[in-house]
């Protein structure tokens, strides 16, 4: 648990909102840790105190057999008021990596930047647009969303939430909206 010490306070982690989307894309069936652990570029250890941090925080519970099942409510208002505050978004010079926020799917097609702006990337060696650097959530994530579609969707449309613009806020939180009430 993210525990300090001298303070017995729980904290969410970055990692827990990576462990939190990727279980939405689950249905009924959850992934073992070993199995999210090599999806999302953690190990199987952080996955385990990731899904603990989020039962304690009331995002998820587990089943009777120790499987932990997202709450969607609580999430989607935990994404739509609280993360963009919990994990602003952190911004950077010209680099190369992989589209994020408005810049990939799927608000790419509902949003058009104009030509001059550069493009918000998560930093990657092996990015293949030049952009503006925008911090993933965590560090595994660019790898993580290259070799998962639909999570790659949810964390773009996660970074729009935590630093787009108030409309490009509005359409993320729609689009989530959609995706979790199907």
Known sequence: MARS???P??????QDLLV?????????????????ASDLGLTASEVHAAVERAVAAQLARK??????????????LFVQHGARYCFPATRGGTTRG?????????????????????????PDKDGKVRGEAYY????????????????????ALFDAIRGGSQRERALAIKM?????SS
């Open 63 to 76: 089943d009777a057999a120790g499987r932990a099942k997202v709450l969607l409510e609580p999430l989607r």
């Open 98 to 122: 992989v589209p994020t926020a408005h810049a990939a799917a799927p608000l790419n097609a509902a949003i058009v930047s104009p030509s001059s702006d550069l493009p918000p990337v998560w």
């Open 9 to 14: 306070q729980l904290v969410l982690r970055p």
């Open 20 to 36: 939190l989307l990727r279980l939405t894309l689950s249905g009924d069936e959850a992934p073992s840790y070993a199995s999210l």
């Open 176 to 180: 989530l909206d959609e995706r979790w």
């Open 5 to 7: 010490k001298g303070n």
């Open 136 to 155: 993933p959530l965590y560090p595994s994530i660019p790898g993580a969303a290259l070799r998962n579609p639909a999570l790659y969707e949810l964390l």
